[in-house]
């Protein structure tokens, strides 16, 4: 099983459209959560990082479930340029990170 | 200009030839990495070095060798490039001391094994 599991989508939603990532993670031991961006054929960037408390910027929101072991995305009012792959990312000591294989969002016109 | 570098950007070679990627940084990191991503999967680590020192292997390592010159430079080689090696590699920074445990990632090396 692989450590960090992510729906490949394509998600295709409109533009204005929420939309809703989730991503599971097997070790429990986790410390840190992240999302990242990546854009085609480009570096990925951090999106933002998850709290357990959940955290928002703008229009996106991440939250963190512990007990049931996944953390969430999610885009509001979705615009063209959101168009990416959304790679969940976790720290489990140390500096190391395990990314999984990415949900690519399309928003349509 | 940008804070991580990586060259070449593009490469196509040949089974069994050598070949070095080349990442240097300006952002004063001592942690780099070395990953390699194919399509439809999520980046993989192949070596790290949290110093000039400090060498460790990633979770594949193998048919790869690395070698922190500096602070800033940290180079991947193919000592004999096979064709599964074919992917997109990425070199990124990172520094303990920010909480956030962000990496910074160069552009990239898109390399073909032919």
């Known amino acids: 099983r692989k450590e960090v599991e992510q729906d490949p989508g394509p998600f295709n939603v409109p533009e204005g459209a929420t939309v809703a990532f989730n991503c599971t993670y097997s070790n429990s031991a986790s410390q840190s959560f992240f999302w990242y961006r990546q854009d085609c054929r480009k570096e990925p960037k951090l999106l933002m990082s998850v709290y357990s408390s959940g955290n928002e910027d703008g229009r996106f929101t991440a939250q963190l479930n512990r007990a049931s072991q996944y953390i969430s995305l999610l885009i509001r009012d979705s615009k063209l340029s959101d168009s990416a792959t959304y790679l969940c990312?976790?720290?489990?000591?140390?500096?190391?990170?395990?990314f999984g294989g990415g949900t690519r969002l399309m928003v349509k016109p | 200009d940008a804070d991580v570098t990586q060259t070449p950007r593009n490469r196509i070679t040949k089974t069994g030839k050598r070949i070095m990627l080349e990442c240097s940084q300006t952002?004063?990191?001592?942690?780099m990495y070395w990953y390699r991503q194919d399509p439809g999967l999520g980046l993989q680590l192949i070596y790290y070095s949290f110093d000039v020192k400090d060498i460790n292997k990633g979770e594949i390592s193998d048919g790869y060798s690395v070698s922190r010159q500096a602070q800033a430079k940290f180079s991947l080689s193919l000592e004999s490039a096979i064709p599964n090696q074919t992917a997109l590699y990425f070199c990124?920074?990172?520094?303990?001391?920010?909480?956030?445990?962000?990496?910074?990632f160069g552009p990239g090396t898109r390399l073909t094994v032919t």
């Open positions: 952002k004063g990191h001592d942690r």
């Open positions: 990124a920074t990172s520094d303990l001391r920010w909480t956030s445990h962000e990496q910074y």
């Open positions: 990312v976790m720290n489990n000591a140390g500096n190391m990170l395990t």
